[in-house]
């Protein structure tokens, strides 16, 4: 039973994730299964970077897929989906849903 599924197309390249009840997450690109990953052995984290310049902006959204026992490391770019689609799928596997403290760090120079 399909639990979540994100789908984004952009001109001929698509992408999809599909989160089954019976525990596991499927991605496809161009209509092709790239990945199969059982949810109770991996871990996610999430990565996004916004550029933004004289054209506008643009958000690089990756998601980072790590094997609890092995440790080998995934990553899955899905800026396609856009920010907001992306955040929805960081909340529907549980991503930041912890309460960890943020780090702030700045930087202050006094010119003389």
């Known amino acids: 039973m399909v639990v979540y599924l994100i789908y984004s197309t952009l001109v001929s390249d698509n992408l999809k994730l599909i989160i089954y009840d019976e525990g ?5 690109s161009c209509n ?11 871990e996610f984290s999430s990565y996004i970077k ?17 094997n609890k026992t092995t440790g080998d490391r995934e990553t899955i770019d899905c800026s396609m989906l856009g920010v907001d689609r992306y955040s929805e799928l960081l909340e529907a596997l549980g991503v930041g849903q912890q309460d960890e403290p943020v780090k702030i760090v700045t930087k202050v120079s006094v010119k003389k």
């Open 32 to 42: 092709k299964l790239t990945h199969t990953f059982n949810l109770a052995d991996v």
């Open 50 to 66: 916004t550029t933004v310049d004289s054209a506008g902006s643009d958000s690089d959204c990756s998601l980072i897929v790590t």
């Open 24 to 28: 596991y997450l499927e991605i496809y």
